[in-house]
């Protein structure tokens, strides 16, 4: 555990993001175990020398030696736990992973600890090692994390009368959080309806399952829309990566 006045401190990390300061320096988007989201520089990482430059690649995970700065935490030692795919040569692997990070990256702020957050990414990566289509992932991984982060969007009943949803279509109602039963359905021209098999694939994708993301079944193309539309609704966007994913799914 990290001490209140302690100035030096130990953590495990993934690598969301880097971008270069200065010369040699670069400074990390981190996710930590026990402090969430984290910036630190890495100094003179950018020097062939360098012992920390091969370490802290892009969503490989490390173990940090961290220093407490003014404004941004200094990155002092780190040793790779696990970088458990090599497939980030593969476009479609690459854009499901910079699509998992700009997520993370986007809904986390900083200094606040979400280990079940942590838990979700570090599957996320992981499943990527083995998996042949990586943007089946998708769907899953975006669902869990909603939920996760306390979002998650109601699917066993009807999120305005809470009726039971079981065996019955339903309507993504992205506004009030949750899928809505026939009598309660919004009725805007774009209103996503969703088949009983389609509630059923939903309700799927949200169970929890330790924090396994392999998804268990295929995605439907409706509860596809609805979890992108419930995603799109707590963002405020469309994920950047998720553009580039679609166009590698049509090529």
Not at 57 to 63: D, K, M, Q, S
Not at 94 to 113: G, V
Not at 146 to 162: F, R
């Amino acid at each position: 555990m990290i001490g209140s006045s302690a100035r030096t401190y130990k953590a495990h990390g993934i690598v969301l993001r880097a971008r270069n300061l200065g010369e040699a320096d670069r400074i990390f988007t981190l996710f930590t175990d026990e402090r969430g989201k984290v910036h630190a520089v890495g100094k003179g990482v950018r020097r062939p020398k360098s012992q920390l430059a091969g370490r802290l690649e892009f969503v490989a995970e490390v173990g940090l030696g961290m220093h407490r700065g003014r404004t941004l935490d200094v990155i002092t030692s780190a040793d790779r736990v696990a970088r458990p795919w090599t497939r980030i040569v593969d476009p479609a692997a690459f854009a499901t992973a910079h699509l998992m990070a700009e997520l993370i990256d986007a809904f986390c702020e900083p200094d606040l600890p979400l280990p079940d957050v942590y838990a979700l990414l570090r599957g996320a990566i992981r499943a990527l090692a083995v998996a042949d289509e990586p943007a089946r992932l998708v769907p899953r991984f975006e669902l869990r994390l909603l939920g996760a982060l306390g979002v998650g969007p109601q699917c066993g009943a009807c999120v305005h009368c809470d009726d039971p949803l079981a065996a019955a279509a339903a309507w993504a109602d992205v506004e009030a959080g949750g899928l809505a039963c026939a009598g309660c359905r919004p009725h805007a021209a774009d209103a996503l309806a969703l088949e009983p098999h389609d509630v059923a694939n939903f309700r799927g994708l949200a169970a929890v399952r330790g924090d396994a993301v392999t998804p268990v079944l295929q995605a439907t193309a409706a509860a596809t829309r609805a979890v992108d539309g419930f995603l799109t609704w707590h963002l405020g966007r469309r994920p950047k990566a998720s553009l580039l994913l679609a166009d590698f799914a049509a090529g």
